[in-house]
């Protein structure tokens, strides 16, 4: 896939989304993910020393519950760190995001049966093109709910996308890998197994200039 293709217009939201558009009033970190390995601790990029879980970011508004990359593969201690962090249960999810097609990014997807499966259309692709999952992944309108950009972050994979949103007057950008940690970000520096290391770098220097608040694909979110 070349890497223009998705950064062009993108599907218009479905007239029954528009329906329910509302703002967002609340996000929360359900995990907070970390790398396999990590040169800012030491480690070599040669060889993995942990399992790596991603952060999973849940956006709710009026009407909705929208989960973005859903971390763990154990449908219990999914179900435990959703309740945990935010009182809901699976069934109250109405969407799925994934912003890559990294598998650490939607390892309990399958959790969620009644939300909608989105990822942005050129992720949509790769991941309808895997075998394993139940149903496929929707194409991701350019909003969701109305109130969620849909946004493209290549560097890190090609396809990459993540979300910005408004919420209590700050600008949020759920980055997923675009972003591995905050001292990654610092350097501009992308994860050993990006793509494109420079496009990675124009990358978050866009994101600076959008969002007040980035929530890094391993870490934790961190002002701007």
């Avoid at 509302?22 to 970390?34: D, K, S």
């Avoid at 879980?53 to 973005?68: A, R």
Wanted: aromatic fraction near 8%.
């Amino acid at each position: 896939m070349r890497r223009r293709q998705f950064i062009g217009a993108l599907p218009l939201l479905p007239a029954t989304a528009l329906a329910a558009a509302a703002r967002v009033n609340r996000w929360t970190v359900i995990t907070i993910g970390n790398l396999s390995r990590n040169r800012y601790w030491g480690e070599s990029d040669a060889k993995g020393l942990r399992d790596a879980i991603c952060t999973c970011t849940l956006i709710s508004g009026d009407g909705f519950h929208l989960l973005v990359d859903p971390s763990l593969a154990g449908a219990t201690e999914m179900a435990k760190e959703l309740d945990r962090r935010t009182g809901l249960k699976p069934g109250d999810i109405n969407a799925v995001f994934v912003t890559h097609e990294h598998g650490d990014h939607f390892a309990g997807v399958a959790h969620f049966p009644k939300a909608a499966w989105y990822a942005a259309p050129p992720v949509a692709e790769i991941l309808n093109a895997k075998p394993g999952f139940a149903r496929k992944f929707e194409p991701a309108p350019k909003a969701l709910f109305g109130a969620v950009d849909v946004i493209p972050t290549p560097g890190h994979t090609h396809s990459h996308h993540g979300l910005r949103f408004d919420c209590e007057g700050q600008s949020i950008v759920a980055a997923g890998d675009s972003v591995a940690t905050r001292d990654f970000w610092r350097e501009r520096r992308s994860y050993y197994n990006a793509v494109d290391p420079e496009l990675a770098a124009r990358t978050m220097d866009h994101l600076a200039r959008i969002a007040a608040i980035v929530i890094a694909g391993h870490d934790n979110y961190f002002t701007v």
